[in-house]
């Protein structure tokens, strides 16, 4: 390349006047595409240096939890415990014989824990089984029917029925997640809950854990997934069965720059 008339470099160095000249002597088109790729390799390291210090961040995140064995897992799962009814769980009531009145088939347990039956009143049911209920049910409706003197040609039958569970769910927290709750219907796993969640940018899949409620006085209950495992090779020791009050929690590391944002973040 021509030096604009300037003497040529000695040693390969390159003067700054020296170099802002042959910059500036050079034709619009090129100065353009010079000012670019240097935009764009500084961009580049940029985004290098925020990366590599997400990367350290993100090993100072610790592993919490240890794998369970004994936990019900993907082709392993179980049933859930019989199913307890709570506000606001929604019912449907099927009564006979139907010559007992206007009794309604659908109910919303109160935040009081009672069920409207119109006419024939109030029953608390909250904290029972179907079955429970459906027992203290057809005594109320005895009562009922032998205070407005009704003749029954048969016993009366009450079959209660979960119409909709509005009490159950299990929860995904953390930094690297939008946090939610989602409901329980008895055969979500980790990785059910991984993809129903809104996971960010920077979460830290590898460092997720399960946590699991438990009574006062009672040792933690925290068990580490191992992510890649599930994800890559099929393998389902940590796709741990997702019970009511489940917490996934899904680590984050640093939230990505505008570099990053643009151009990735690994």
Same mark, same amino acid.
């Given at each position: 390349?021509?030096?604009?008339?300037?003497?040529?470099? #000695?040693?390969?160095?390159?003067?700054? %006047?020296?170099?802002?000249?042959?910059?500036?002597?050079?034709?619009?088109?090129?100065?353009?595409?010079?000012?670019?790729? @240097?935009?764009?390799?500084?961009?580049?390291? !940029?985004?290098?240096?925020? =990366?590599?210090?997400?990367?350290?961040? %993100?090993?100072?995140?610790?592993?919490?939890? +240890? =794998?369970?064995?004994?936990?019900?897992?993907?082709?392993?799962?179980?049933?859930?415990?019989?199913?307890?009814?709570?506000?606001?769980?929604?019912? %449907?009531?099927?009564?006979?014989?139907? $010559?007992?009145?206007?009794?309604? +088939? +659908?109910?919303? @347990? *109160?935040?009081?824990?009672?069920?409207?039956?119109?006419? &024939?009143?109030?029953?608390?049911?909250?904290?029972? *089984?179907?079955?429970?209920?459906?027992?203290?049910?057809?005594?109320?409706? +005895?009562?009922?029917?032998?205070?407005?003197?009704?003749?029954?040609?048969?016993?009366?039958?009450?079959?209660?029925?979960?119409? %909709?569970?509005?009490?159950?769910?299990?929860?995904?927290?953390?930094?690297? =997640?939008?946090?939610? #709750?989602?409901?329980? !219907?008895?055969?979500? $796993?980790?990785?059910?809950?991984?993809?129903?969640?809104?996971?960010?940018?920077?979460?830290?899949?590898?460092?997720?854990?399960?946590?699991?409620?438990?009574?006062?006085?009672?040792?933690?209950?925290?068990?580490?997934?191992?992510?890649? &495992?599930?994800?890559?090779?099929?393998? !389902?020791?940590?796709?741990?069965?997702?019970?009511?009050?489940?917490?996934?929690?899904?680590?984050?590391?640093?939230?990505?720059?505008?570099?990053? !944002?643009?151009?990735?973040?690994?």
């Amino acid at each position: 390349m021509p030096w604009l008339g300037m003497m040529p470099p #000695r040693n390969g160095y390159i003067p700054m %006047e020296g170099m802002a000249a042959m910059i500036f002597g050079l034709p619009p088109s090129t100065r353009t595409l010079l000012r670019r790729n @240097v935009l764009l390799g500084l961009m580049s390291l !940029t985004s290098t240096g925020c =990366v590599l210090r997400r990367r350290l961040a %993100e090993r100072k995140v610790k592993q919490l939890g +240890s =794998v369970d064995p004994a936990q019900h897992r993907e082709m392993s799962l179980s049933a859930n415990a019989p199913y307890v009814i709570e506000p606001p769980d929604s019912l %449907e009531v099927r009564i006979r014989p139907d $010559t007992i009145g206007a009794i309604p +088939s +659908s109910v919303t @347990v *109160q935040a009081d824990g009672v069920i409207d039956l119109g006419f &024939a009143g109030r029953v608390y049911v909250a904290g029972l *089984q179907l079955d429970q209920a459906e027992s203290v049910v057809a005594q109320k409706l +005895s009562l009922f029917a032998k205070k407005q003197k009704k003749t029954l040609d048969e016993p009366i039958e009450v079959n209660i029925r979960l119409d %909709e569970s509005k009490s159950k769910y299990f929860y995904v927290l953390g930094k690297g =997640v939008q946090q939610a #709750r989602f409901a329980v !219907t008895g055969r979500e $796993t980790v990785l059910d809950a991984i993809m129903q969640s809104q996971v960010k940018s920077n979460a830290i899949l590898e460092k997720t854990y399960l946590v699991r409620p438990h009574p006062q006085g009672m040792p933690d209950q925290i068990m580490a997934v191992d992510w890649i &495992a599930i994800r890559d090779r099929g393998e !389902t020791m940590t796709n741990y069965q997702i019970f009511p009050g489940d917490r996934l929690v899904i680590p984050g590391g640093p939230d990505p720059g505008l570099v990053e !944002t643009l151009f990735g973040s690994r």
